[in-house]
């Protein structure tokens, strides 16, 4: 039963290095998307995807790249990390694109930019 | 844009009593309401969802939300709270291939 499973759970990076928070799902879930966790705030979608080679912008896309060569992979990629992007990270996928499917979460990946 | 309010930030209860936590949408048109829940160092759970069948929807762990469309509300309640409750909670609405949630209810269970 692994679900979402996100890599890495935990990573430090300085200002301006680049990383990619990865993203499996092995549910066949259409639907994948990107949020970030911070305090007081909630969680507000990065980037989201309704199927493989299919991407869009969420609410806080910028600074943040996504691509969906497969059904089952949905990375994050942080060109030049900057202080701000430190936050807690997590992927959520859904059998259904529609407004009733229900968002499955990975564990999350917390990031710390120095 | 759909936006979520999700009344205070932080709700401490006795074991056993009521456990009420609010949460309010802007919406013209009904939307589909979710409740989540997050244990510490957990991704999020769904907790309960209303998708227009009923308007008050049972979930896990004996929880339970209320729709009211008047009101334009979805409070999550549970008549008796245990330990096991503490946890973050939050209330999303979705649109299209968006969701949206609320700044989340931190909710403390005192023994």
């Known amino acids: 039963n692994a679900g979402v499973t996100q890599t890495p759970k935990f990573q430090v990076l300085k200002t301006g290095q680049s990383m990619t928070l990865q993203c499996a799902q092995d549910m066949n879930h259409e639907y994948m998307s990107w949020y970030r966790q911070d305090p007081g705030m909630g969680l507000r979608l990065i980037h989201y995807?309704?199927?493989?080679?299919?991407?869009d912008q969420g609410e806080v896309p910028n600074g943040y790249n996504v691509s969906r060569s497969t059904t089952e992979d949905f990375p994050l990629r942080l060109l030049s990390a900057a202080p701000s992007q430190t936050s807690v990270y997590f992927c959520?996928?859904?059998?259904?694109?529609?407004?009733?499917?229900?968002?499955?979460f990975g564990e999350g990946s917390r990031l710390t930019v120095l | 844009a759909q936006s979520v309010t999700q009344l205070g930030s932080h709700v401490s209860v006795s074991e056993g009593a009521l456990v009420l936590l609010r949460c309010n949408y802007s919406s013209s048109v009904p939307p589909y309401l979710f409740w989540y829940v997050q244990y510490p160092n957990q991704g999020l759970q769904l907790l309960l969802k209303?998708?227009?069948?009923?308007?008050l929807v049972k979930g896990i762990n004996g929880f339970e939300a209320e729709f009211k469309k008047s009101e334009t509300s979805f409070h999550l309640t549970k008549p008796s709270a245990h330990m096991s409750d503490a946890a973050e909670y939050f209330c999303?609405?979705?649109?299209?291939?968006?969701?949206?949630f609320g700044t989340g209810t931190s909710l403390t269970v005192i023994p």
């Open positions: 995807s309704v199927g493989a080679g299919i991407t």
């Open positions: 209303y998708t227009s069948a009923a308007t």
């Open positions: 959520a996928s859904s059998r259904q694109i529609t407004n009733t499917g229900e968002l499955f």
């Open positions: 999303a609405v979705s649109q299209g291939n968006q969701f949206y």
